[in-house]
Nanobody, 123 residues
Framework: VQLQASGGGLVQPGGSLRLSCVAS????????IGWFRQVPGKEREGISC???????DYADSVKGRFTVSRDNAKKTVYLDLINLKPEDTAVYYC??????????????????WGQGTLVTVSS
């Protein structure tokens, strides 16, 4: 059972990126996937989630700029980031919850995590 996040990099303010989260070892179709980010020394922040049925949720800090989507056939969840700001700089993680697996919710256990991908927004 594994999640693998990728797609981070260095981008200028106003730029865009697409992050990917590839699932292996389980059937992604039935699982909600959350995206989180963390800056060293700060608490982890939940920023986006997509449920098994495709319902989405976003933190206010990214609403209107980030879009989460899923392609179950490719076992992948995407996070499209546009109009990036320096304050978006963080390590981005995807996660799922094998207990409460279908729906979104920031207070779930989120017991399985990918390794993280670094997004740096700087000129």
């Amino acid at each position: 059972v594994q999640l693998q996040a990728s797609g981070g990099g260095l981008v200028q303010p106003g730029g865009s990126l697409r992050l990917s989260c590839v699932a292996s070892g389980f059937t992604l179709d039935y699982y909600a996937i959350g995206w989180f980010r963390q800056v060293p020394g700060k608490e982890r922040e939940g920023i986006s989630c997509i449920s098994d049925s495709g319902s989405t949720d976003y933190a206010d800090s990214v609403k209107g700029r980030f879009t989460v989507s899923r392609d179950n056939a490719k076992k992948t969840v995407y996070l499209d980031l546009i109009n990036l700001k320096p304050e978006d700089t963080a390590v981005y993680y995807c996660a799922t919850d094998f207990y409460d697996y279908a729906n979104c919710g920031w207070d779930k256990r989120w017991d399985t995590w990918g390794q993280g991908t670094l997004v740096t927004v700087s000129s």
